[in-house]
């Protein structure tokens, strides 16, 4: 039995995630807890240090600086892109994600943030990067993972979020700044076709 939370443990929690201003962007409650496997960076690593030690029934508060939650706000990461070089067919909508393929056939999500005649401005910075994180978390179960559950680098709980909000940041969280429908795949999307010298970002 696993009394506290330490690396191949598979923990439940229950937690809100807000930002500076107070505003909630997500949480899970005991009911639908998050479940992720400790050490294995399921969730922020920085989140995942200050959990270790914790017990069942534990509750702790955690505020994370910008960098050790989704990373510093960096305009080298958003690109003009010339809208002949998009489907014609795309329904263009600000906020909406777009998954980007290079030459090497690697994938980067983008949101939308600018739409003109010409071009399209795509920002490929996370949602939350620049913004200080505030957790609220308590600890609602523990227990030893299986040998199957480390082998794949996470839980197969009811309640197992392999892919959680805080790797994979779920854009409905995001409704007043990202409407996106749906989600486009430009698999021939080549990136030496950017413009070379669009790499401003206007806030």
Excluded: C, W
Excluded at 30 to 37: G, K, R, S, T, V
Aim: aromatic share 8%.
């Amino acid at each position: 039995m696993v009394e506290e939370i330490k690396d191949g443990a598979v923990v439940s929690l229950a937690y809100t995630l807000k930002l500076s201003n107070g505003e909630v962007i997500d949480y899970s409650e005991a009911d639908d807890p998050l479940e992720y496997l400790h050490g294995a960076e399921n969730i922020i690593p920085a989140l995942e240090q200050q959990l270790i030690g914790l017990h069942i029934g534990d509750a702790k508060q955690v505020e994370l600086s910008a960098a050790d939650g989704y990373g510093e706000y960096d305009n080298d990461e958003v690109e003009v892109v010339d809208r002949k070089l998009l489907p014609k067919d795309l329904n263009l909508k600000l906020g909406m994600v777009l998954a980007i393929s290079d030459q090497e056939g690697n994938l980067s999500e983008a949101y939308v943030r600018e739409i003109s005649a010409q071009n399209v401005t795509l920002d490929f910075n996370h949602p939350l990067a620049g913004q200080r994180l505030f957790f609220d978390v308590q600890v609602l179960d523990i227990r030893e993972a299986t040998e199957e559950e480390v082998a794949h680098g996470h839980p197969h709980g009811v309640h197992s979020h392999e892919d959680d909000m805080f790797e994979d940041f779920d854009d409905e969280d995001f409704e007043e700044d990202f409407e996106d429908d749906d989600d486009v795949d430009f698999e021939d999307f080549d990136d030496e076709e950017l413009e070379d010298d669009n790499h401003s970002h206007q806030n």
